[in-house]
């Protein structure tokens, strides 16, 4: 039987076509920076500039623990999704998010790599786990932000309202998920996979236990809402970075319109397919002109400009330090601690059962 000899030109071609897509996307990355750079350095816009020597350590020391704090709680969601199902040390996972959380700035999906080579030659787990993994964090932060961006767009404004209907449907999202999760996650979830058309041979394969345990991870009703109660966390995390940059470059940015800005600016990095350096910084001062966020801080002066780029580039300014330095520590804690034996040492600091729906 003689194989298709087009289908080596086809996958080498493909795999061309994605080198150059990122190397493209990553180029647009640096111009929006560079974009953004430039507007913020205009003379019209110094004199937000000039504030930033007048900042008090306070405020400096607060904004990087702001920073930090948001590369811990990142670390502390995945480990517990990961907990029900495979035993990894809580710090371990910590610094291999900030790891990859600083390569989330360069092209090629670098960060998703770091954390499948680390945690798979360093850890143990297999390869379709570690996919089931990142794909059930996936699942459990569309439960957050989807109902932030559909309350956003009815409400308008961050309001009580605001607040109720985000809450409740983010947190009534991550519980309905759950409990979804659990007619599909165990044997009895197997069973139903297979009355759908998957057969034995599939459902019992090594490959698709290890997929299947996505469901296991999201099942767990404690390590979905201790998950998310992190998430909502990171996302005022973020707000409170927005709105102390803007307080020092005196600019009139409210808590209201911060929240919304720190929530579209994890939602662009998360989101951008070639690194999220550049990304961020071009998408939130257009956002902020789209829905008139502060309009005295996002007017045009009479060269165009926009004064938010300044509080945009502090943020990220201070955020790309503190990366650099977690990330640092991470390679040296990683190297410094043996891997946790899964049958032995038992988790730190344990926040979830062992067992997915034991009754």
Not at 158 to 185: D, P, Y
Request: proline share 4%; hydrophobic share 55%; aromatic share 8%.
């Amino acid at each position: 039987m003689s194989s298709d000899p087009t289908t080596p030109k086809k996958s080498g071609s493909r795999s061309v076509l994605g080198i150059v897509v990122q190397i493209v996307g990553f180029g647009i990355g640096i111009v929006l920076l560079g974009w953004a750079v430039r507007m913020a350095l205009r003379p019209e816009n110094r004199e937000q500039l000039s504030k930033l020597s007048e900042a008090t350590p306070g405020e400096l020391m607060l904004l990087l623990t702001l920073a930090a704090l948001s590369v811990g709680f990142n670390g502390i969601i995945f480990w517990v999704v990961i907990n029900p199902i495979h035993r990894l040390r809580a710090t371990d996972v910590i610094a291999t998010n900030a790891i990859a959380t600083f390569l989330a700035y360069l092209p090629f999906k670098l960060s998703v790599v770091s954390r499948f080579v680390i945690h798979n030659r360093r850890d143990g787990v297999p390869v379709l786990t570690i996919g089931a993994w990142i794909l059930a964090e996936a699942v459990l932060m569309a439960a957050i932000m989807g109902p932030l961006v559909l309350v956003s767009l009815w409400q308008r404004e961050v309001n009580l309202v605001w607040w109720i209907a985000s809450l409740a449907g983010s947190f009534g999202c991550t519980f309905i998920g759950s409990a979804l999760a659990r007619q599909l996650a165990g044997d009895v979830g197997i069973a139903r996979l297979s009355r759908i058309g998957l057969s034995d041979r599939v459902t019992a394969s090594k490959a698709f236990v290890r997929v299947h345990s996505g469901f296991e991870m999201l099942a767990h009703p404690r390590a979905t809402l201790i998950a998310n109660t992190f998430r909502m966390i990171d996302i005022i995390a973020f707000a409170l970075r927005f709105y102390l940059a803007a307080r020092v470059l005196e600019l009139p940015i409210s808590m209201e319109d911060s929240l919304l800005l720190g929530a579209c600016y994890f939602l662009i990095g998360a989101a951008s397919p070639a690194g999220m350096l550049g990304t961020r910084e071009a998408g939130i001062i257009a956002i902020s002109q789209m829905v008139g966020i502060s309009t005295i801080a996002t007017s045009e002066t009479a060269s165009g400009d926009v004064p938010i780029a300044a509080v945009v580039l502090f943020v990220t300014a201070v955020e790309a330090v503190v990366n650099l330095g977690c990330a640092g520590f991470g390679i040296a804690w990683l190297k410094a601690r043996k891997p946790l034996d899964p049958g032995g040492e038992p988790a730190e600091n344990e926040l979830i059962e062992r067992s997915v729906g034991s009754e």
